[in-house]
């Protein structure tokens, strides 16, 4: 990844373009609702700008990989905003993920201590105990959905990371009864044409605010009943400590809720439909799973992999990477632009919304050789030195770069190395899986059967 990206090849469209298929009034509204991946995809070869109308509005994809770039790193000009993330704004608060510039400098510092390398060993312990109940859950033979199986493990791990030993089993279940609800209606939510849907009193508009309602109570609840100056080596410890180094400012109590509240949403769904995806694509290429079998008898042959084996799990790293560029869980971002200013030779007024999609990048020719194919020995440093900067960017960048992204590499990288040294998941036979974009890149439900693997059992070891 460290090319800069030069001429694009002859076929590609010159560096503006528009996207095709735009009906009067509606614009692209219809393929973007009802094949938003394809037609994301398929519009980087139009332009390393491409106009894309959301009915009447002009709004622009950004898909030349410094452009991107561009909007990342200036978030003072391409800031959070405009309609979605006000409704957003509604449901969660004003937490990190949805508050804007001005303010987001501010709890990004008071934030950051919280996620600093020194705790991760803390993490990674919890992260441990749960990925070893869940596989010791598991009856060789017998199918589950590895998607759902994946969200319960990300959100059991983000809830007992925020709230320790401090939370009892009960308010962990509620998180977590609470959370798929609330990520569900979220989507339905931001797609939504009029917020008037949302007040009717249908049953799952009523389910929505019954689990959000629980979700704020029970948060409020634990973090009352913990008082602020001991350090739990968790993450709440982390937010009710920060203190700002230059204003000696505190996180207010109502920060701090929204702050949870935003960790919860953020790490749960992501983290869970990569793993999910990992699995569904090793299932599908059974040569990368044997080269990570090797990986794990080689650097673990007798014992369960920890956060010390990390650094030698290179393939296991590639594999995720990979995964990673395939199905990005945050598929589509979009940003407001806060002034008058220009993006790839285009002017663009204040208030202009500008899209970012990591999907579309990732499946582009222009950057990626065979982007279809999941190869993670692309990710090999030699041959990743072909790849243009800024072509795989799945955990954002620039000052809204994700806070969780190394808590999140950690946790998928142990919760895959878990599986890979006991166990493999066959893919049940049945309909073929097709990514589900929701608020986060879904598998969809995924009937998986666990097999266990001897260790030692991978080709080159026998
Ligand atoms: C594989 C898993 C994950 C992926 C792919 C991912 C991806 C991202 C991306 C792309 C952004 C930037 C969004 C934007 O620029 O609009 C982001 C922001 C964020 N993520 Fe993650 N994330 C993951 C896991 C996590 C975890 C585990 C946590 C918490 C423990 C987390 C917490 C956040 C927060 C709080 C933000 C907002 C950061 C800010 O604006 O300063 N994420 N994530």
């Known amino acids: 990844m460290t090319t800069t990206h030069e001429a694009r090849p002859d076929s590609r469209a010159a560096a503006t373009g528009l996207a095709p298929g735009g009906l009067p ?16 995809a398929a ?10 109308r959301l009915g009447p509005r002009r709004t622009y994809l950004a898909c030349h990989p410094d452009l991107v770039q561009q909007v990342l790193r200036d978030s003072r000009t391409f800031d959070k905003g405009g309609p979605v993330f006000d409704k957003v704004r509604l449901l969660t608060g004003n937490g990190l993920a949805t508050s804007c510039w001005a303010d987001h400098r501010r709890q990004r510092r008071l934030m950051q201590p919280a996620f600093h390398p020194e705790r991760m060993p803390g993490y990674a312990t919890v992260m441990d105990q749960e990925i070893s109940s869940m596989v010791d859950s598991w009856q060789e033979g017998q199918a589950f959905d590895v998607n759902t199986a994946m969200q319960a493990l990300t959100a059991r791990i983000i809830v007992r990371t925020l709230f320790s030993t401090r939370i009892e089993d009960r308010a962990v279940a509620e998180i977590q009864r609470c959370l798929p609800v609330i990520t569900r209606g979220f989507f339905t939510r931001m797609v939504a044409p009029l917020s008037l849907m949302e007040k009717l009193p249908t049953r799952n508009n009523r389910r929505f605010d019954r689990a959000l309602g629980r979700m704020h109570s029970v948060i409020d609840e634990t973090i009352s009943s913990h008082p602020a100056g001991i350090d739990h080596g968790d993450l709440l410890s982390g937010l009710l400590a920060a203190e700002d180094e230059e204003t000696g400012e505190r996180l207010a109590g109502h920060e701090i809720h929204d702050q949870v509240i935003t960790l919860l949403l953020g790490a749960t769904e992501t983290t869970g439909n990569t793993l999910a995806w990992i699995f569904h694509l090793l299932g599908e290429n059974p040569e990368a799973e044997e080269q990570l079998h090797r990986e794990m008898d080689l650097v673990l042959p007798d014992r369960r992999p920890g956060f010390a084996d990390l ?23 979009t940003r407001s632009t806060t002034c008058e200013t220009e993006l790839g030779g285009v002017r663009l007024a204040p208030g202009t919304i500008v899209l970012l999609s990591f999907y579309a990048l990732g499946h582009d020719p222009a950057l990626f050789s065979a982007p279809e194919r999941f190869d993670p020995d692309r990710w090999l440093p030699e041959r990743a030195k072909t790849i243009p900067r800024g072509a795989w960017s799945s955990f954002g960048g620039g000052s809204r ?5 190394r808590f999140a590499a950690v946790e998928v990288a142990l919760a895959l190395a878990a599986v890979a040294s006991g166990w493999r998941l066959r893919p049940q036979p049945g309909p073929g899986i097709r990514p589900e974009p929701k608020a986060s890149l879904s598998t969809g439900p995924l009937p998986m059967i666990p097999e266990r693997r001897r ?8």
């Open 43 to 52: 519009l980087p070869a139009h332009g390393d700008l491409v106009e894309v």
């Open 25 to 40: 009034l509606l614009g692209h509204a219809i393929p973007l609702r009802r094949r938003p991946l394809d037609f994301l």
């Open 401 to 405: 770069k994700c806070i969780g992204d």
């Open 455 to 462: 260790r030692g059992s991978s080709a080159t070891s026998e």
């Open 311 to 333: 650094p030698h799990l290179d393939y296991t790293r590639r594999i995720v990477t990979e995964a990673l560029r395939l199905y990005p869980p945050p598929w589509l971002l």
